[in-house]
């Protein structure tokens, strides 16, 4: 996997307009970009995937030259969304630098497919956003079909996730999957879109702050010079100045550290570990506990949920994580967990003495 993006400032930005909607949209929202924001390249969608249908579809095809206009004009790599096969050849008869496959297209493994068989011989860069969908295997699949087309230049897109719990965002973010994919894939670049992940202006700060505190590779971001005009995703842009002045606000974290600050680092990773090591032995020690009292229920004939024992152990452990600042909500997910692992157990062990 090589990088897209080779020796530029961090963070690295790709911004532009969720659509384009004229040439003169696209120059003057380009040239407010370039002329404030460090722009590593510009975005803009042709054809747009929309939930419902007679909403803006993108302008198609007739949009390219705005597009090859701007490359021109701006010297800046150009950007747009890919869906299938006939996108890619479009895009690559107008010259466009780099192509992203949008969440809609990731979740489906014959449209990602399509799009690594037109990629083939052509070396394009490729950015895969991850799919609606909490499910990294997807995105992982279409990493790999991706490169195994020969496009080596990839990138992923991390743009939050569908969910039906109620949230302040669009789409939830579940950072923990952007982080595995980190894992799995360490050399990749991963760039986080505040902008659908928010869905609304206010948000885009708090969110692109949290992704440079993971280190992204950079954002990407949606700007419109007039965003209420905006004929699709009109509340989540902001224009060139509003994303000037929010990324001179962004905190960004040294890329090296100082010797005496790796050392403190190395000193709290240690005790850490040491934590976590004794975690394990206290969880190892609380399941033989429920197991010798799964063995004492299974003899005297006693059902294995009790449930007003796992209220009064939600209610008392609950209100001590509070004492300790600890949000009610991660201590009633652990407990929950630990609970469904003790049942688990239990219920083995009454069927193995069978
Ligand atoms: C977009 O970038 O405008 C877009 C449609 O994004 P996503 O695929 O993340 O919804
Ligand atoms: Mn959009």
Redesign the pocket.
């Known amino acids: 996997m090589e990088s897209i993006f080779n020796n530029e400032h961090h963070p690295v930005i790709i911004s532009g307009p969720?659509?384009a909607e004229t040439e003169e949209q696209l120059f003057i929202t380009a040239k407010g970009l370039i002329e404030n924001c460090n722009l590593s390249a510009f975005?803009a969608?042709i054809w747009?995937?929309r939930t419902r249908p007679n909403s803006f579809e993108g302008k198609g095809a007739i949009a390219l030259p705005w597009l090859q206009q701007i490359k021109k004009k701006f010297n800046i790599p150009v950007t747009i969304?890919v869906a299938n096969a006939q996108h890619v050849e479009h895009a690559l008869k107008h010259d466009i630098d780099i192509l992203?496959i949008?969440?809609?297209?990731t979740v489906n493994p014959f449209s990602v497919q399509e799009i690594a068989d037109a990629l083939k011989g052509t070396k394009i860069p490729v950015m895969i956003?991850n799919p609606?969908f909490r499910d990294l295997s997807l995105w992982v699949g279409a990493i790999e079909r991706i490169y195994q087309s020969g496009s080596y230049k990839i990138a992923a897109?991390h743009?939050g996730f569908a969910a039906h719990n109620d949230s302040p965002f669009r789409?939830v973010p579940f950072w923990e999957i952007p982080i595995e994919l980190q894992r799995l894939f360490p050399d990749l670049d991963i760039f986080c879109?505040p902008?659908?992940i928010c869905g609304n202006r206010e948000l885009l700060p708090s969110v692109s702050q949290f992704a440079m505190d993971l280190n992204f590779k950079g954002l990407?971001i949606?700007s419109h010079f007039n965003p209420s005009s905006a004929l699709?995703?009109a509340d989540q842009q902001i224009t060139p100045d509003e994303l000037k002045l929010m990324l001179s606000q962004l905190k960004y974290k040294k890329s090296s550290l100082k010797n005496g600050e790796l050392v403190q680092i190395e000193q709290l990773r240690s005790a850490i570990d040491d934590i976590d090591m004794q975690l394990i032995d206290i969880i190892y020690n609380r399941l033989n506990l429920i197991k010798e009292i799964g063995r004492i229920k299974n003899k005297s004939n006693i059902s294995v949920l009790q449930l007003n024992r796992w209220k009064k152990i939600l209610e008392t452990r609950t209100v001590k994580g509070s004492e300790k600042g600890l949000s009610s909500d991660f201590v009633k997910d652990l407990l929950e967990l630990i609970h469904k692992e003790s049942v688990r157990v239990q219920i083995e062990g009454n069927t193995a003495s069978h």
């Open positions: 969720c659509s975005r969608g747009k995937p969304e992203w949008g969440a809609r297209t956003k609606i897109i743009r789409n879109d902008s659908h990407m949606e699709s995703d």
